[in-house]
């Protein structure tokens, strides 16, 4: 997807959250992200501002990557569960997870560590959770 060429440890382990999250919306991620050099496209507000004709999901996915990058996607917690659809969120959950993960054990330990959806429990389980 993203080909950043001497990117800093820190922009690698963003690029690869980035795709974790974009993993089935590359587009977005192309129309966001300088293929080859960690940057933007296009100054954020511009980007925030040309997002005219996109669905309200691929709206909200913009903003989480604007705030991942710089703080600057405003995106809100309430819009990210209410616009995306599962899958969309479950994408950004494990990016976030991956985040969270790298930047508590750092990334000597991650290869030892499985990052993915966690296991659902079974419906009679769930029930009993919501009682």
Not at 49 to 74: C, F, H, I, P, R
Not at 86 to 104: A, C, H, M, V
Request: with cysteine; charged share 25%; net charge negative.
């Amino acid at each position: 997807m993203l080909n950043w060429k001497d990117a800093s440890e820190e922009e690698h382990r963003l690029q690869i959250v980035l795709e974790l999250i974009f993993s089935n919306h590359s587009r977005l991620l192309h129309t966001l992200f300088d293929l080859e050099t960690p940057r933007l496209r296009k100054p954020s507000e511009v980007l925030l501002s040309e997002l005219t004709g996109y669905s309200s999901g691929e709206k909200v996915m913009v903003q989480v990557a604007l705030d991942l990058w710089d703080g600057s996607g405003n995106a809100l917690f309430r819009e990210v569960l209410h616009c995306l659809d599962p899958s969309k969120l479950e994408d950004i959950f494990i990016g976030l997870q991956y985040l969270k993960i790298i930047s508590t054990v750092g990334a000597h330990r991650l290869s030892t560590i499985k990052i993915g959806p966690p296991s659902r429990p079974s419906r009679a389980h769930q029930s009993e959770q919501i009682f």
